[in-house]
Antibody, heavy 122, light 108 residues
Framework: QVELQESGPGLVKPSQTLSLTCTVS??????????WSWIRQSAGKGLEWIGHIDTSGSTNYNPSLKSRVTISVDTSKNQFSLKLTSVTAPDTAVYFC??????????????WGRGTLVTVSS | DIQMTQSPSSLSASVGDRVTITCRAS??????LNWYQQTPGRAPKLLIY???TLQSGVPSRFSGSGSGTDFTLTISSLQPEDFATYYCQQRYAIPPYTFGQGTKVEIK
């Protein structure tokens, strides 16, 4: 079955760029009409949707993070990625990648990676 | 942004109890409401989408109802594996897609 796995540094210095990749295994990222999302969870803000991308490269971002976020997709590698610039301590969180599926007009996150903890600290 | 407010924030219950969790949206979201279950150290798991549609593989003791601004998740007979934190999430129209703050179900 399809699985998602996040990868990337667990420690990022303040003001630097957080970069994570989500690898999709057990199926093609291009099959079906899905969005591919990044979601984070911190003690302070709970679950926060960061943004998503489809395999044509069309993106939507959370307005609160939009100025700092870029999500990209590499269909040849079956991966999508997150870049968050100018990080500060409040960006410390567990970062999840997730599949954003739909049934008629309803959308939901039906498949999640295990999550990866990213700590922002010098 | 659409704000999602869950109540209660936590509750204590016993195995076999009927449990009800409420989620209220700050504006109407029709039926575009999803429920997730999360246990410590794990990713959230989809339970219900479109307010009342049970995700494949989820036990039938879970049910959801509501539309507009008020929604409910019910567990008809609480099982040991149901002790977890539950989140609602709205998926209405324009981003951002926001989550409730969570309801922690603990053992009494």
């Amino acid at each position: 079955q399809v699985e998602l796995q996040e990868s990337g540094p667990g420690l990022v210095k303040p003001s630097q760029t957080l970069s994570l990749t989500c690898t999709v295994s057990g199926g093609s990222i291009s099959s079906g009409s899905y969005y591919w999302s990044w979601i984070r969870q911190s003690a302070g803000k709970g679950l926060e949707w960061i943004g998503h991308i489809d395999t044509s490269g069309s993106t939507n971002y959370n307005p609160s993070l939009k100025s700092r976020v870029t999500i990209s997709v590499d269909t040849s590698k079956n991966q999508f990625s997150l870049k968050l610039t100018s990080v500060t301590a409040p960006d410390t969180a567990v970062y999840f990648c997730a599949r954003d599926s739909n049934n008629w007009s309803s959308y939901y996150f039906d498949l999640w990676g295990r999550g990866t903890l990213v700590t922002v600290s010098s | 942004d659409i704000q999602m407010t869950q109540s209660p924030s936590s509750l204590s219950a016993s195995v076999g109890d009927r449990v009800t969790i409420t989620c209220r949206a700050s504006q109407s979201i029709s039926y575009y409401l999803n429920w997730y279950q999360q246990t410590p150290g794990r990713a959230p798991k989809l339970l219900i989408y479109a307010a009342s549609t049970l995700q494949s593989g989820v036990p039938s003791r879970f049910s959801g109802s509501g539309s507009g601004t008020d929604f409910t998740l019910t567990i008809s007979s609480l099982q040991p594996e149901d002790f977890a934190t539950y989140y609602c999430q709205q998926r209405y129209a324009i981003p951002p897609y926001t989550f409730g703050q969570g309801t922690k179900v603990e053992i009494k």
